[in-house]
């Protein structure tokens, strides 16, 4: 290999800035000894933190095609590396990891782009594919070609899925199915790692491939009988070769490793290296085939209404990464709900990696780490023993020298440390009691991981947990999340670490009994980390009906013990085709105990906000009441409407409402309820209320925000009746101009970002408002607020919208008019539009515009004038010095922005400017750190988004897309620019 040729390329492409290696950047030896393979040899790798992997494979002339597909296809097999680089010094090709191998044509079908290895095409290939663009997003949007969803993971199991089918219309029982699918595994796996070979099959069965031996049953008997006696742990128990399935199932299973169609026979390209394969991806089969179970009458699957949702591997990957940081290697790993084994297995990968200490792992150290230090609960044995198998296999991936066979007993891992049962009882009798139970009470692990059940299974399931519930401690009124995490913690000794996957709804519930079950969970286990995965959860857990946190306890020795850090993973648009999620220092929240318990709104705040929006809640929710205590005052509250219900249902006397009109679903606009609406005619509903709640004036309120974050409110003056798609209040008829004025709060920009911060599903889950939501809204003292000139203004505006109806000048205005009557200075109304487009989020189309490449005439320019006002605000009181800000005019490709800060002496006018950069980004960057001493390519290794000091400059440097480069971003960063300069502190 060229070493300075590589090394000139990684270089060249960020992946080695300043001479040294990027986080995740692995050379030579240490590249090679972190994989399997057969013929492919990286010569360098680069990670994530996401576990996504790029390989670099340098050649002194170019490579054929036929060389490159070999490669191509072990990379597709290990299933995280999307991109594969070629290096020669004539070019640079790179190829699609993710794009399913074929017979042909592989290589030239697969290329993504090919380079010419000289000056210029290095700095397009580094704003094509350089670590910067990887990081930033910018290289995903321009190729769309590499996708999760012909990687190795997808199509192994749309195969194993089709596989299994045919089997079970076969007559074959589904567990028998999945059974013979995972010994057919197991054992092409030891046939791919030459653990068993041809000679040794042909002795024992008489031929020397595994299809063969499908194809012959009583040579499947034999092969199975053998298997069984030589690997005499759980995976081939006797029991599993009793009875050996009929030959037209083997012979199926046959035709799927030889990539036959069952139909015509034809044979096509078999894909797959069962060696290569990582085992947490076979290890993932269990949980897939759970999922993809058919629906029986329309029926949800036994998994799904368990609330049991497959662990994706970068999920795993996160977890153990926070949980595992320093640790030595003799800890011990508890799952109570660890289904097939994911977290187990790369837990003892890691766990055996760090006892190595950096050397090959002797057997000795993988066989007590796998019989003494992991251990799983699970209520369905069938999970188990895919728990069993995948530990096994990766046993024997870890073992340097799995030979002879007959070397390779395993001891039983079920009943021992694998157990079958509930976690709620499992150490009260059998297996588990003599496993979990000791004098000294229950046994206590290090680490306790897992992804437990999210499921609410309404009166029943409620009935059975208030049986099991411990007097005094507050309980999760919908849904086991927390139960499982409280139980857990019987297992915990004071420096046990936790990674637990939960439901997110508990933690932003609105409700008493939620919010303190909740709050209880966090003081049992404080200091805690909460990641808030909801952006996520369309591709994360697609078979889940509700957001998703990580719960991390007591992983951060450093950590106050009243401290909870709270942490987004926004949307990328890259997120579902690579499985992949990116941090920046400003998704990260910290909090205290004591602030959450005093001001529960703030914990979902934090977990979608910002530290502005949380200073502003602070202020707002001190100097005003909430909606709710006003109307209490006024013996008035926001009222469900009526349910009609089916006939069946409808048992309710509701003559009191009829001859009354009926504001259905699709009636109403902002401020506006038509004159004519049908009228109530029946004499019985489901739930018909209370005739007083439809007594006007009517403040009225739709449910679900639809196609804007907009609330849609309006007043009512007639009395009528509200279906339950609404929330209305009555008030008194003196109170009818207060009604009116409410409406156009709520119809605020204002409203939005306070609901988009503070509700309990709008901004996390579904794009609805709750009547406990809208009761937390602050608002002025009603009467004040009506006389007011504010209060008259947005009366005013009001009347004309509902005549001329909305459009964007009638929304600025009423904006401007709501922050009058809030008194809001110009930063905080920052905070609030940027609300506005943030709560927009929750769209596909808002999500998009947030990704998008800043302009830096527009976007970077209206923030460097937001920053320069709170600097300005500073040098103000003195007057003796002010500052100006150049944009650089960088290229719409570009993967960062940068903007300039220059602190000039004298009196004057704070000024932007937008300059044409000198050079292309790399050559910015480098003056920069020339010019402020600072290493900018190592910096931005470490951190997505920099600020860096000089005497009298302060330059930041961050990711293109518009969501760094909002008002709200502006204010925070000179706010830290201002906190870094009293402290001295540079980057």
Not at 64 to 85: H, K
Not at 316 to 334: A, Y
Request: a neutral charge.
């Amino acid at each position: 290999m060229n070493t300075a040729t590589l090394e000139h390329v990684l270089a060249a492409t960020g992946y080695l800035p300043d001479g040294r290696p990027a986080p995740g950047l692995r050379l030579g030896a240490e590249a090679q000894s972190s994989r399997h393979g057969r013929v492919f040899v990286p010569d360098a790798l680069w990670r994530s933190a996401s576990s996504l992997t790029v390989y670099f494979k340098f050649e002194q002339s170019a490579p054929a095609d036929d060389l490159v597909s070999q490669w191509r296809r072990e990379v597709w097999n290990e299933g995280f590396a999307p991109l594969l680089w070629v290096i020669s010094p004539q070019r640079i090709d790179l190829y699609n990891g993710f794009g399913t191998p074929m017979k042909e044509g592989d290589a030239q079908k697969h290329l993504l782009r090919r380079f010419e290895n000289i000056e210029a095409s290095l700095h397009e290939l580094d704003e094509f594919a350089g670590r910067l663009a990887i990081e930033t997003g910018q290289f995903w949007v321009q190729v769309p070609a590499i996708d999760r969803k012909t990687s190795v993971d997808q199509k192994l199991l749309s195969d194993l899925g089709c596989l299994e089918r045919d089997l079970v219309a076969g007559n074959l029982a589904r567990d028998a199915a999945q059974a013979l699918i995972g010994r057919v595994i197991f054992t092409q796996y030891l046939i791919d790692r030459e653990i068993v070979s041809a000679t040794r099959l042909k002795r024992v069965c008489g031929h020397t491939a595994l299809p063969a031996i499908l194809r012959d049953r009583p040579a499947t008997s034999k092969l199975f009988t053998w298997l069984a006696q030589t690997f005499n742990g759980d995976m081939f128990p006797p029991s599993s070769v009793k009875t050996t399935p009929a030959a037209h199932h083997l012979t199926r299973v046959a035709e799927f490793l030889e990539a036959a169609d069952p139909e015509s026979g034809q044979l096509s390209f078999f894909p797959y290296q069962f060696d290569v394969i990582p085992v947490e991806l076979i290890s993932s089969i269990y949980e897939q085939f759970a999922h993809a179970e058919p629906r029986t009458n329309g029926k949800r699957t036994e998994a799904l209404r368990n609330g049991v949702h497959y662990t994706r591997l970068s999920v795993v990957s996160l977890i153990l990464d926070e949980v595992m940081d320093g640790l030595s290697g003799r800890e011990s790993v508890l799952d109570l709900t660890c289904g097939s084994g994911v977290f187990l297995v790369e837990a003892l990968r890691r766990l055996v990696h760090l006892r190595s200490q950096g050397q090959p792992p002797t057997r000795e150290v993988i066989r007590s780490t796998l019989y003494g230090q992991v251990y799983g609960v699970d209520i369905s044995e069938a999970a188990i023993r895919v728990a069993a198998f995948s530990l096994y296999l990766a046993a024997l991936e870890l073992d340097p020298d799995p030979q002879p066979p007959q070397s390779l007993k395993f001891q039983p891992l079920i009943g021992r440390t694998l157990l079958v049962g509930d976690a709620r009882t499992v150490e009260r009798d059998g297996n588990g009691k003599a496993v979990l139970a000791t004098p000294a009470g229950l046994k206590q692990f290090d680490l306790i991981v897992g992804n437990p059940p999210w499921s609410f299974k309404g009166q029943t399931g409620t009935e059975a947990r208030r049986k099991t519930r411990v007097a005094g401690v507050p309980a999760q009124p919908r849904g086991e999340g927390l139960d499982f995490v409280l139980r857990a913690a019987e297992f915990s000794h004071e420096k046990t670490r936790f990674g637990i996957i939960l439901s997110a709804m508990p933690f932003f519930s609105r409700s008493g009994t939620g919010m303190a079950a909740a709050q209880h969970v966090m003081r049992a286990l404080a200091p805690i980390t909460l990641v808030n995965l909801s952006n996520l959860c369309s591709w994360l857990f697609a078979t889940a009906a509700m957001p998703a946190v990580v719960l991390f306890a007591r992983h951060r020795p450093t950590q106050r013990t009243d401290q909870v850090t709270v942490v987004q993973i926004p949307w990328t648009p890259s997120g579902a085709r690579t499985h992949s999620f990116e941090v920046a220092p400003s998704d990260v929240i910290t909090l205290t105990l004591g602030e959450i318990q005093e001001q529960p709104l703030k914990l979902k705040a934090a977990a979608i906000g910002r530290r502005r929006d949380l200073l502003l809640l602070d202020e707002l929710t001190l100097d005003h009441r909430s909606l709710g205590e006003q109307l209490s005052l006024l013996d008035t509250t926001f009222q469900v409407g009526l349910i009609r219900g089916a006939s069946e249902n409808q048992t309710r006397d509701a003559r009191p409402l009829r001859g009354l009109e009926v504001l259905q679903v699709k009636d109403m606009q902002h401020f506006n309820i038509p004159d004519a609406l049908p009228t109530f005619s029946q004499s019985k509903a489901q739930w018909p209320r209370s005739r007083e709640i439809y007594q006007a004036p009517l403040l009225i309120v739709k449910e679900m925000l639809l196609g804007s974050p907009r609330v849609l409110a309006a007043v009512s003056e007639r009395d009528l009746v509200f279906t339950n798609s609404y929330f209305a209040v009555s008030l008194p008829r003196e109170h009818t101009r207060t009604a009116h004025l409410l409406a156009t709060v709520l119809s605020s920009a204002f409203a939005t970002w306070f609901f988009y911060l503070t509700a309990s599903e709008f901004g996390i889950y579904k794009r609805k408002l709750l009547a406990r939501d809208l009761s937390f809204l602050p608002v002025p003292d009603f009467v004040s607020a009506v006389k007011s000139e504010a209060g008259q203004r947005l009366l005013q505006i009001e009347k004309n919208l509902r005549a001329h109806g909305a459009g964007a000048r009638g929304w600025a205005d009423l904006d401007e008019a709501v922050f009058d009557l809030y008194e809001l200075n110009d930063a905080n109304r920052v905070v609030i539009r940027d609300g506005l487009l943030r709560a927009g989020w929750q769209w596909e189309t808002g999500r998009e515009s947030s990704v998008e490449p800043s302009d830096s005439r527009t976007d970077i320019a209206a923030y460097a004038r937001t920053f320069l006002s709170v600097i300005e605000g500073w040098l103000s009181v003195r007057n003796k010095r002010h500052m100006r800000a150049e944009v650089l005019d960088l290229p719409s490709s570009s993967a960062l922005r940068v903007v300039r800060f220059v602190l000039e002496e004298g009196p004057g006018n704070a000024s932007v400017s937008v300059v044409a950069p000198q050079g292309e980004l790399g050559d910015v960057l480098v003056r920069i750190g020339r010019r402020l001493k600072v290493k900018i390519a190592t910096a931005l290794s470490a951190e997505r988004e920099l600020r860096v000091h000089g005497r009298n400059e302060v330059v930041i440097i961050k990711p293109s897309a518009r969501r760094y480069w909002m008002g709200i971003a502006a204010l925070e960063d000179a706010d830290a620019v201002v906190a870094e300069s009293f402290s001295g502190g540079n980057v």
